[in-house]
């Protein structure tokens, strides 16, 4: 270690990529009271969705279940047991009968962990990790599989697939550990996470969509691996209007790109409406896509907020 | 900047200063702002609105520029103030001005445009705009005209002159002692006005007086001479209209009470038409308030006339005339009324110390208005307060409250303020009267006392020389009056039964002449004084100052010198001073046909010097420029404030 660098550390806490965070978290993450709402959240899911019956969840997958699905050609090697007599007779063509495969689901949680997340006190990554473990705690006392990874540019944290609701305490403390850190790319991360996950499922992204390179192409990645991507956009409204004045120079707590910048209510009033519209072309993007969204503030308790996912539906079906 | 010199910094510092503190600023700008790091979770969200910004990239340089620019105007313009430049018209060093103020009664009329009400006057009820008010006005526009170097001092001209401020340039002090001068009923001491007006501008620089007047002011020759105005530079500043200048006056008015009969009096009064032009006037004369004649006048251009009212009764006190035009309008109202206060009348206590004579008891009965208490020699004095006491051939030692002494025949010295001489007799050769009288006296005014016979007499001497020997024969003095601590005396050396006096008419008015002078109640009372003239007015002579209250209402203290107040007059009306045992009244008029006469002078001419039309004092043409550019520093600096706190040049 050169002088040069000794002084670098030295003058680190000082530098402007030196963000103090919150002396000490307002409270324990996964409290009694977090695993008391966690119950009750379970018991509602239950009642709610009460003709559903375990792990009888359909899936895209086709397979051995009973329900038919489709026919195709027959190729050589398939089960003759799978043959449709009647279609051969009616059509004089070999046809081969597809079911509906049933099985447990396989539910995905994929946490942001980037830079952003932890923006002003790590409260959207905090936010992010109470719908984690809601949402897993539901999942796995639906006896479903549910596997959970934090995504920066990377995959960079993994909790294998597990069920039965007493592994939620792996759950907790798996979550504790996630640190933000790293920059955003969806794109990359969920690349990795799709060709590490062979059994196709929902995949519930939690994520303040903040990449650089463009949320779309990570959304994208699920939807084109036959994955069920499920956006819950973690959403700071504080991050729409900074409480900013002057001239000032701007930086990504990711990316650490500079922008020098003469803060005023008209630039301040013209960029809460370019927050709006990135807010919408989020949503827009997907509706129009088919993949299910919500918006999750974090300023709404999470319970409701997982209260809210459940009523719209789209989690549980 | 051909015209501009600067008479503070000098020009070529002031260009090396610009230079010097021009690069500073510029270097200043040059430095880059240092701005403060805020970190943001995306920056990409920035980016567009920030794209935005960058395309008006052009115009924020454009704003940078004009910013740097603005700042070299702002020290540009606070060094050009430091230079103190001047055009060629303003580099002449400062006027000194005395401006002197006509505050005579003809400045009281109203022969000026009334127009539209003047800021100056808040009346309640407005007045008519007379002639001061035109003055104050030109005169106020006046001082708005000067320049930083200029001083002016003003004065009010009127019996006086008082200076109202100090030789300044401060237009505030101006302005307010240009409000405290006031008009009054007096006429302008004009030769006094231009000493003073000389003899504070000796030695300074480019002096002037300026006159504020309607001219009418009559040569300005006093016991000096006539005045020099030592080259000094005279201007005129004319108020008044020749063409308007209609006015009568009551130039007389005074009024007494007949001596026998003091409810009745009679009155004087005259009248002028100070105008060219003949004039139909009414004249009205008040009693305590009520009309006591109205009668009709013509009188032709400049004439004056008497108008006298004999016998007349009903009043108490105060008499008032008014005049006014039977035909359009009178501009000046404050010679159309006079006033006069008819002598008080009192129930004079007389003390008679006599063992009895016919005569005296047959004079003090003409007087209805007197309480006589007779007493015997070896009874005297008797109860009670006396204005006047009379010893008939008794001369006691005077006790106190006796009031004035009138002695008759006194048998001897002892105990009188004047010493018994010969006994004189009257013989063919020289019959003994009264051959020398003190005709002015109050006590034998207007009485014939020459032809009067006296078979004997004593020779009276007197004491003092203060004391007077009113009536003398060839042979001594017969009678002599004076005042002892205040009270007076009379003493007659003959007993009235040794002459013919009681068969006179005499007689009986010198009894009431002598106890008139007595209780100041001497025909010789002035029942108008006359303003602008210092008065002498009848107060106590143990006193130093006393209060005088005037027509406005005001009251002021007064010295008091050998028992009269003393007073400089200039306002019309009435007037009461206050004394130990009571208050005495008084009237006072302008009666002054001159002053009335109030047709405005076009031209004022001192001696050989005519004086010519105020110039130079526009507003804003001597002003200094310094000023100017200070306050287009401020101003750019207010606009500039205000465009970046409104976030319009950032």
């Known amino acids: 270690m050169g002088i040069l660098d000794v002084f670098k550390r030295a003058a680190a806490p000082f530098s402007r990529r030196f963000v103090p965070r919150a002396a000490v978290a307002e409270r324990e993450l996964f409290d009694d009271e977090f695993q008391r709402k966690l119950e009750y959240l379970a018991m509602v899911s239950k009642r709610v969705f009460a003709g559903s019956m375990k792990a009888e969840r359909r899936t895209k997958k086709t397979g051995s279940g009973v329900e038919f699905a489709d026919h195709r050609d027959y190729a050589p090697g398939d089960d003759f047991r799978s043959l449709d007599w009647h279609a051969y007779q009616r059509f004089d063509k070999l046809l081969v009968r597809l079911f509906e495969e049933e099985e447990d689901l396989s539910i995905y949680l994929i946490v942001d962990s980037s830079e952003s997340m932890g923006f002003r006190a790590a409260e959207k990554l905090r936010y992010a990790k109470e719908l984690a473990a809601s949402l897993a705690y539901v999942g796995l006392a639906n006896l479903d599989r549910v596997a959970i990874v934090t995504a920066d540019s990377e995959i960079a944290m993994r909790l294998e697939p597990t069920r039965n609701k007493k592994r939620i305490f792996r759950v907790f403390e798996f979550l504790r550990r996630v640190k933000a850190s790293g920059d955003t790319d969806l794109k990359s991360a969920l690349r990795t996470f799709v060709a590490q996950h062979k059994r196709r499922g929902l995949a519930i992204l939690i994520s303040d969509l903040y990449d650089p390179a463009g949320f779309e192409e990570g959304i994208n990645v699920l939807r084109y691996n036959k994955f069920e991507p499920f956006v819950l956009h973690v959403v700071d409204k504080r991050d729409g209007g900074p409480e900013l004045r002057g001239d000032v120079v701007l930086y990504d707590v990711e990316t650490g790109d500079e922008r020098e910048v003469t803060v005023t209510p008209a630039v301040l009033a013209k960029f809460r409406t370019e927050y709006d519209a990135y807010l919408a072309r989020v949503e827009r993007f997907c509706v129009t896509h088919q993949v299910s969204y919500f918006r999750a503030d974090v300023e709404m308790p999470f319970d409701e907020l997982v209260l809210r996912v459940f009523r719209r539906g789209g989690f549980l079906k | ?650």
């Open chain 2, 1 to 650: 900047m051909n015209g501009l010199h600067f008479t503070g910094v000098a020009g070529a510092t002031l260009l090396r200063a610009m230079a010097a503190l021009g690069a500073v600023v510029v270097v200043l700008y040059v430095l880059k702002l240092k701005r403060r790091p805020i970190a943001v979770p995306f920056a990409a969200l920035w980016q567009r609105v920030l794209r935005d910004r960058e395309a008006t990239t052009l115009f924020s340089q454009l704003k940078r520029l004009l910013s740097l620019l603005l700042q070299l105007a702002l020290l540009g313009l606070m060094l050009l103030a430091l230079g103190d430049p001047r055009t060629a018209v303003n580099k002449t060093s400062g006027r000194h001005v005395v401006v002197l103020i006509d505050a005579s009664a003809s400045m009281k009329a109203t022969d000026v445009p009334q127009g539209a009400e003047d800021a100056v006057r808040k009346d309640t009820p407005p007045r008519p705009r007379t002639r001061l008010d035109l003055a104050k006005e030109r005169l106020r526009q006046t001082i708005r005209g000067l320049s930083g170097s200029d001083r002016m001092l003003i004065a009010s001209l009127d019996a006086t002159v008082t200076p109202l401020s100090t030789m300044t340039g401060e237009t505030s002090e101006l302005e307010r002692a240009l409000d405290g001068v006031r008009a009054a009923d007096v006429r302008a001491n004009f030769a006094a006005g231009l000493r003073y007006a000389v003899d504070s501008l000796r030695g300074l620089p480019n002096a002037e007086i300026v006159v504020a007047s309607d001219g009418a002011l009559g040569e300005p020759v006093d016991g000096q001479g006539p005045v020099d105005l030592s080259g000094i530079k005279l201007s005129f500043v004319k108020t008044g209209d020749s063409t308007s200048s209609r006015n009568v006056a009551l130039t007389g008015l005074s009024v007494r009470r007949y001596p026998l009969d003091k409810s009745r009096y009679e009155v004087l009064v005259e009248v002028t038409n100070t105008m060219d032009e003949e004039a139909e006037v009414e004249l009205q004369l008040y009693g305590d308030g009520k009309v006591t004649d109205l009668v009709e006048l013509r009188l032709g251009g400049r004439e004056s006339t008497s108008r006298f009212y004999p016998n007349l009764s009903g009043a108490d006190r105060a008499l008032e005339a008014r005049v006014r035009l039977k035909n359009g309008e009178d501009v000046l109202p404050a010679d159309d009324r006079a006033y006069a206060l008819l002598p008080e009348r009192r129930r004079a206590r007389v003390q008679v110390v006599t063992r009895g004579n016919m005569y005296l008891e047959a004079a003090l009965l003409l007087d209805g208005y007197l309480e006589v208490v007779d007493v015997l020699p070896e009874n005297y004095p008797a109860e009670g307060r006396f204005d006047v006491t009379i010893f008939d051939g008794v001369a006691p030692a005077v006790a106190p409250k006796s009031g004035g002494i009138f002695y008759l025949a006194p048998p001897s010295d002892d105990h009188t303020p004047f010493k018994l001489g010969d006994k004189l007799k009257s013989d063919k050769a020289f019959p003994l009267g009264f051959d020398e009288l003190e005709d002015k006296h109050p006590i034998v005014r207007y009485l014939s006392l020459g032809e009067v016979n006296i078979a004997s007499a004593r020779e009276l001497e007197p004491r003092e020389k203060k004391d007077v020997a009113v009536g003398r024969s060839l042979k001594g003095a017969l009678m002599v009056a004076g005042r002892r601590k205040g009270k007076p005396f009379v003493a007659l050396g003959f007993d009235v039964r040794d002459s013919d006096l009681p068969m006179r008419v005499a007689w009986p008015l010198l009894v009431m002449n002598v106890i008139g002078w007595f209780i100041d109640e001497d025909t010789g009372y002035i029942s108008s004084y006359r303003t602008g003239e210092v008065w002498s007015i009848p107060a106590a002579a143990s006193e130093k100052t006393a209060t005088l209250a005037l027509p406005d209402g005001t009251t002021r203290t007064v010295p008091v010198k050998d028992g009269r107040a003393v007073y400089l007059g200039q306002d019309a009306g009435l007037y009461e001073l206050a004394l130990p045992d009571g208050k005495a009244s008084f009237a006072a008029n302008l009666a002054d046909p001159t002053e009335s006469t109030i047709t405005p002078a076009p031209t004022l001419t001192v001696g050989d010097v005519k004086a010519s039309e105020l110039e130079g004092f526009t507003v804003g043409v001597r002003r200094e420029l310094w000023i100017y550019f200070l306050l287009a520093v401020l101003g750019m600096s207010a606009v500039e404030w205000f465009t970046y706190h409104r976030r319009v040049t950032v």
